[in-house]
């Protein structure tokens, strides 16, 4: 487990007007390293989106990292 540091969010808008909240975390390892997790949910009411879903919305010229 780590220690929580940062949080920080973008609000995100598709070509069909659809809106998304790009939230990543910084996260201080034990080891003293940092992690940054990202995760996407929906603007309004829904919750997280599915992998499939981020894998349909997502830019397909940016670079994509597991």
Do not use: C, W
Request: glycine share 10%; proline share 6%; no cysteine.
């Amino acid at each position: 487990m780590g220690t929580l540091v940062d949080v920080k969010e973008k609000l995100i808008t598709t070509n069909d007007g659809q809106k998304f909240i790009r939230r990543e975390k910084t996260i201080l390892m034990p080891n003293g390293r940092y992690r940054h997790p990202v995760d996407y949910y929906k603007a309004g009411p829904g919750g997280l989106i599915s992998d499939e879903e981020h894998e349909r919305v997502r830019i397909p010229v940016y670079d994509y990292l597991i």
